[in-house]
């Protein structure tokens, strides 16, 4: 049964007459219903496009928060094969929050890292809905320091609302293993592609999304903070998180704009977890498309060129 957003009352409402008289039908089959279902299915679909035509940042991040979006295991089932799980930072312990582990996409052998949410209550617990602790990013570290070795592209799955807040991960040394992490990224000389496939949050993301190419999907978001921790410490108010949002320019779209994004990625009408197949293969064509852009370069120029393309980050916005 789908899930519905605040903002899709009205459609949920339009799709349930529809499945209830097909039900009706499946049930008396001397009741001729599908005319009628069929008229109700087209105003569906016009609804849909008349609400995902301009949706607002808040409701952008309603949608890359939809429980049914694909998640980094789902991407990692359906593109890649012969994965491998390499687990543990070889320091403190095995984050869920972390999954990642050598693979082949189309047959080119890649390293993958991504943050898992879970998909329903036990999942979630385990995966620590996508917030990664130290041994998280230093297990990413060991990955990326792993496929720098062996000449291997690394590619990043980035959803997650944040690194974990808890006192265990600051004990631990949360920040530095943030910053060690966004480090590495600047510091492998294999190709480096990162996608953000739901939420993009704070550093968090950056310590996976410090790549050569970055590409968001359509309807997802990366920001510094959530809209409503950034409505929090504003306005003391973390129901202003609309406002928060509109600000904070957190949007594909803005942030494709202001040269922080290399590539949007098109979902599918109503967001990505509409049709999940067709998300996860548009987000394998463009990972294909952007490795391709780095065959041929030198590890000396990955480094170079992605170390100057983040000292320029915010020209382009600035002078716009």
Partial sequence: ??????????????????????????????????????????????????LYKNLTAWRKCQVARHPERPHCRDYIEALFTEFTPLAGDRNFADDHAVMGGLARLDDRPVMVIGQEKGSDTKSRILHNFGMARPEGYRKAVRLMEMADRFGLPVITLVDTPGAFPGKGA??????????????????IGVPLISVIIGEGGSGGAVALATADRVAMLEHSVYSVITPEGCASILWKDAEKMREAAEAMRLT??????????????????????????????AVGKALNAMLAEMDGKTPAALIKNRREKFLAMGSKGLAA
Wanted: with cysteine; glycine share 6%.
């Fill in 1 to 50: 049964m789908t899930q519905y957003l605040e903002f899709e009352k009205p459609l949920a409402e339009i799709e349930g007459k529809a499945e209830e008289l097909r039900a009706l039908g499946r049930a008396n089959e001397e009741m001729d219903v599908a005319d009628e279902a069929a008229a109700l299915d087209v105003k569906a679909e016009a609804l849909l496009r008349d």
């Fill in 252 to 281: 594909a779209q803005e942030l494709r704009k202001l040269g922080v994004v290399d590539r949007l990625i098109d979902e599918p009408l109503g967001g990505a977890h509409r049709d999940r197949d067709a998300s996860i293969k």
């Fill in 170 to 187: 600051e004990e631990r040394g949360q920040s530095e293993a943030i910053a060690r992490s966004t480090e590495k990224c600047l510091q």
